[in-house]
Each structure stands twice: as C-alpha cells, then as structure tokens.
C-alpha cells in the first residue's frame, strides 16, 4: 500500500533558461519519481523558480516564485521537507548574494522544523570566510548532505564538518535520459546566414563529422574564443566538419556562439565544412539529444560535458573554473587548456585525435562512466528512504 502523497520543496537555479541547471532539475524529478515508487511512498515535488509558469508547462510540476518570500514561506510549511541542489549553489565568484539565498532557503526550512537535504551540490570556490560557520552551521543540521565531487567534501571539511557525514556522489544529469517519445523538433534556420537547416543534420553526419561546440563568455579580451576558432580552422582543413553551436545558456551563450562563428569566417566552409547553431532546445532532452548525435564535442559548460560523457560522445573541456577539472577527472580526462591560456595548436591537435580515436576514447573511459551513471540517483533514494523510515 503506498502512503499518502508528501510535498518536497526543491531549490535550485531554476527558470533561467540554463540547460545545464535544468537538466539537474530534470534528473533530480526522475529520480526521485523512481526511488519514491521502490520506497514504497510518494513524493510530489515543489520547485522554486524565477519563472514558475514555465517550469511547471516544461516539467509538469508545481512551481512557486523563488523570489516571493510570502510564497516560498508557504510552499515550505505546507512540504514535508526540502532538497537544495544540484549545481554550484554555494559560490561567491558570480554574485555574493547567491550563498546568502541559499543558506536563508535551508534555514527557514529548518526553522520550521523540516528536514532538509543537499543533493549533490558542487561546493565552492567561497572566497568570503564569513560563509564557512554559516554553511556549517546550517549542513550541520541536514538530514543528508552530498556533493558531486571530492573537492567539495574537502573544502567542507576545511569549514568543520564531519567526513563521515558527506557522501560525494556524481552530478545528477549523469542519470539524465532520453524517454522514448520525446520528440526532436524542426526549427527555422537563421535568417541572413548560411548556417545549416535542423532538419538537414542526419543527412550531414553521414559526410561530415558532427562537433558539438559549447562555449560562454569569460576572459574580457575574447583570447580564448578566439584560440578556439583558430584550431577549428585548422581542423576543418583536414577533415570534413559540421560545427553544431549548443548555447546551453540562454541568451549569453547565443552571443558567445556566434562571436566564433563569426571568428571562424569562410574558414570551414572553403573546406567543404558547414556551420549551424541549436538556438530553442531549451528542455534539456532536446539539448540531450543534440549532444548525442555528435561525433565529438568541445565544452566549457560543465553539463555540456555531462551531457557528452552520458551519451557516450568523446569530449574535450575548456577550463574556467575548478568544477570543469574536477569532473574530467573522473572520466579520466584533463583539460585541453584554461580560458587563460588555450591555444589553436592544442585544440587542433585534440581535436583530430578525438574524432581519429572516438571507440577507443570510449572504450577506455565505459567503466568509470558507467559507474557514474549507475551511482546518480544515490541521493534520491537517500531521500526517499528517510521519508519511508519515517513514514
């Protein structure tokens, strides 16, 4: 006999339009759909958005105002817990306001008296001492903490928290897959550009090596898109290429794309190449599978790297935050160069190896993937066990 149904609240950077961040929504969803129905209970979740009308049109669940105390205050009395995660939630490099919203999200849960989760969160860089006692003091108090890697089970315990009381899981989207009805959809091409037409792609993989390209804006001078568009040309002059541009968040990564895009110039299509970008996959199954149809990718969005190694798609990451080195090594990868020092020769170079050697590339890194991808839904079935002991 299953229990009644238990509202979860879930906090998250949710509603932005970042498919990395709304994969993880994605993924925590089916999850705990999954490990609450082994579990024997029901949990129907609540999550705290930006935009709450379109998270519940894309994910078909309940969605408050992240940002409307009155609302949130609600959602949470009326829940019988909250999950806060996955993502890089506790961070100072972006804004430091984005721990202190966080931490108030927890805090007022567990004022109310309800337990609350860390669901494979990448902690850090916190650069603000002052944080360290509050996030102690506050995971002190979880029902359950984990995070997606090592480094951030250390940086926690440089702040007083017990080893023993962190697991360190792999990041949600591990687990993220593609349901067999999801449908891809045919959109428009670009006015004024000759970028190729969706509805083209499965006829350009079987001439042309499909590279998914995944870039953001960081350095100020533009160095590294530009050392990036150089060793593109450059491989373009050896084999036949289709760049896919896959912004994964929306509209930065747009204008990031096509910043290169306009740096590689007719330098892949003198060569026989073609160049297009995904402009509207914004559910992350569509980004998913836009990933999987390549034969290689280039990320510097961390869960364009998680998308690429779920699917099984040889991948090359761009450093500009420790997260990036942290999850290629698991994979048993390095990075091919930082922001801060990336050079044409180097992508070049990795590039032709990747597309030369993708079944080995695979068969070398198949059993850590596959233990990652098994070992996802860990936090999950954490919550829902707690919420089975106490039913």
Not at 1 to 7: H, I, L, R, S, T
Not at 57 to 85: D, F, Q
Not at 226 to 235: M, N
Not at 247 to 257: I, L
Request: with cysteine; net charge neutral.
């Amino acid at each position: 006999m299953v229990a009644a149904a238990q509202k979860i609240i879930i906090s998250g950077y949710y509603g932005f339009r970042n498919s990395g961040d709304e994969a993880v929504l994605q993924s925590i969803l089916n999850a705990l759909r999954k490990q609450s129905e082994a579990a024997g209970i029901t949990l129907t979740p609540v999550v705290l958005s930006i935009d709450p009308e379109w998270t519940t049109a894309a994910y078909g669940v309940e969605s408050v105002h992240r940002m409307k105390l009155g609302e949130v205050r609600k959602a949470i009395s009326e829940s019988a817990g909250l999950i806060s995660g996955g993502g890089s939630l506790l961070q100072d490099v972006t804004s430091s306001k984005t721990i202190p919203y966080y931490l108030a999200i927890i805090k007022l849960a567990q004022w109310m008296g309800k337990p609350t989760f860390i669901y494979a969160q990448g902690i850090g860089p916190v650069n603000r001492k002052l944080f360290h006692p509050l996030i102690k003091s506050i995971f002190r108090k979880c029902a359950y903490v984990s995070v997606r890697d090592e480094q951030s089970r250390l940086l926690l315990q440089s702040m007083g928290l017990d080893k023993g009381t962190i697991d360190v899981v792999p990041d949600p989207v591990m687990g993220l897959t593609l349901p067999e009805d999801i449908r891809t959809e045919t959109h428009e091409p670009s006015s004024g550009n000759a970028y190729v037409h969706d509805s083209d792609i499965s006829n350009l993989q079987t001439e042309l090596y499909t590279v998914g390209i995944s870039v953001r804006f960081w350095e100020q001078s533009r160095k590294e898109l530009d050392a990036l568009a150089e060793g593109l040309v450059k491989v373009s002059a050896e084999l036949p290429l289709h760049l896919r541009f896959l912004p994964f968040h929306h509209s930065a990564d747009n204008e990031a794309s096509r910043y290169v895009m306009q740096k590689l110039g007719q330098g892949v299509e003198e060569h026989g190449g073609t160049v297009s970008i995904c402009e509207d996959a914004l559910h992350p199954q569509q980004m998913l599978r836009e990933v999987g149809q390549c034969q290689a990718l280039i990320g510097m969005r961390l869960h364009s790297l998680i998308y690429a190694a779920g699917r099984r798609v040889p991948l090359m990451g761009v450093s500009y935050d420790p997260k990036i080195d942290h999850f290629l090594e698991r994979i048993g990868c390095r990075p091919v160069g930082s922001t801060a020092a990336l050079e044409g020769d180097m992508v070049a170079a990795g590039l032709l190896e990747l597309l030369k050697s993708g079944e080995a590339w695979k068969r070398e890194r198949e059993p850590l993937i596959a233990s990652l991808v098994e070992e996802a839904e860990a936090p999950a079935r954490q919550v829902a066990q707690y919420f089975r002991r106490k039913g």
